[in-house]
């Protein structure tokens, strides 16, 4: 009786209070039938009460999520399934579902009446504006009689798990010898006999077009062989993030952190349309995301990797470290001070290519942040160390710089421009 009594609202309280005064009055004045309606008024907020604890307890929701996974700015819809088990059915029903700010304003619902045993589905969209590791939920029911005399607050629904990728955009063409592994044309290397063997040609199948068919090793083989103009690529990519917290500027998704983290994903998405092993590592060199034969060839692996990742506390890159590992690098880089970019240069070897995307994050400061370094001295210290380098801004379009740092891949021939079919 404790507990339901502490659900009553002021509107019970005070009905409570006039039925006890009017029956201390009936009994003072000797009047029955104010006694009576004394007695009605106090049992009318006692039993709202116990009824609206009772479909408290007897209340059930669950919630799903389509998808679980979803890209900044795409929508998610959000199913609650409720269901009454008590003995009577419940009505008065508010509802509010918990959502950080970051996937827009917390949904409400009313039910005016749930039925016994029956499942009530409630369906909102959610729009993210951040990526991030998002937790949708509780969800709060507040129960309530038709005359609002007590109501209870619930919890329900636990929480659910939204995990918002970064926007990923399309992008075109790929640098001259780009998936041989160094930064030699393709065809460099394969005269050379470098790296592992590729099938040029291979034997004839059934449907394989004959103007594809190679006579000169026909004639040497005895056998119907065929030429295969795309071969799998068997190298590796290193893409480096940035993502120190000093290196950026500007808040909410139009820092340059998000636009970098964006272009990395699409960057590495890319390269996976086209059979690259990619490693995502951060500008510490620790991996991110790939480095295994399985990882490094999943999309999901390296857009939940980016979803996940906060900002950086470090002051500098790494020292001392080849940023690629062995492997050709496609960087996308901050604010970094000319000792920092001497020092990623100086750790490359020569022969390898090396591609970078320079922030020219003064461009994204807000009026009271702390002014940014010219992008122009990295990009004379990278060019000067035989480095591509592309400079990004808010208003150029990514593919833009993606096709930027595909011709200026060491003037080692045209950009590549491959489709998939």
């Known amino acids: 009786m404790r507990g339901a009594l502490s659900g009553l609202t002021t509107r019970g309280r005070c009905l409570l209070a006039a039925g006890f005064a009017a029956a201390l009055c009936g009994v003072v004045l000797n009047e029955r039938d104010l006694l ?9 907020p006692l039993l709202a009460a ?16 389509f998808p679980g996974r979803v890209q900044v700015g795409a929508a998610c819809e959000v199913r609650v399934e409720l269901r009454s088990t008590g003995r009577l059915p419940t009505g008065g029903l508010l509802l509010e579902d918990s959502v950080p700010y970051a996937l827009g304003s917390r949904p409400r619902f009313v039910v005016e009446r749930l039925p016994r045993n029956t499942v009530t589905a409630l369906r909102y969209q959610l729009k993210p504006v951040m990526r991030g590791v998002q937790q949708v939920g509780p969800l ?16 329900m629904a636990g929480r659910s798990r939204l995990v918002v990728v970064p926007r990923v955009v399309p992008l075109t063409g790929l640098p001259s010898g780009s998936g041989m592994g160094a930064g030699d044309d393709g065809s460099i290397r394969l005269r050379a006999g470098q790296g592992e063997d590729d099938a040029v040609v291979r034997p004839y199948r059934h449907g394989d077009d004959l103007r594809k068919v190679h006579w000169r090793s026909t004639a040497r083989r005895d056998e119907l062989m065929v030429r295969v103009e795309e071969r799998p690529w068997r190298g590796g990519t290193t893409v480096l993030l940035d993502h120190r917290l000093v290196a950026h500027r500007g808040g909410g998704p139009g820092a340059s952190l998000e636009w970098a983290v964006s272009f990395a994903a699409s960057v ?8 690259h092993q990619v490693r995502l590592v951060g500008e510490d060199g620790r991996v991110l995301a790939g480095g295994s034969a399985d990882g490094g060839h999943s999309d999901g692996v390296v857009l939940d990797a980016l979803a996940a990742l906060q900002p950086s506390h470090r002051r500098e890159p790494a020292a001392g470290l080849d940023p690629g590992a062995g492997q050709e690098v496609i960087a996308v880089l901050g604010a970094c001070t000319p ?8 750790n490359r070897p020569r022969g390898m290519r090396s591609l970078a995307v320079v922030l020219d994050v003064k461009a994204w400061a807000g009026p009271n942040e702390d002014p940014a370094p010219d992008p122009a001295e990295a990009r004379r210290l990278l060019g000067a160390a035989g480095w591509g380098v592309a ?7 990514m593919n833009q710089v993606w096709q930027q740092l595909c011709h200026s891949a060491g003037n080692r021939g045209p950009v590549v421009r491959t489709e998939v079919g």
């Open 36 to 44: 009576r309606v004394a007695a009605f008024v106090v049992a009318l």
């Open 50 to 65: 116990w009824l609206a604890q009772r479909a408290r307890v007897g209340l059930h929701a669950t919630r799903l999520l």
């Open 140 to 155: 709060l029911a507040r129960i309530t009689d038709p005359f609002g005399l007590a109501e209870f607050d619930r919890e």
């Open 268 to 275: 590495c998405l890319h390269l996976h349309r086209f059979g």
């Open 339 to 346: 000792a920092a970019v001497d020092a990623m240069a100086r």
């Open 391 to 397: 400079v990004a801004t808010p208003s150029t379009p």
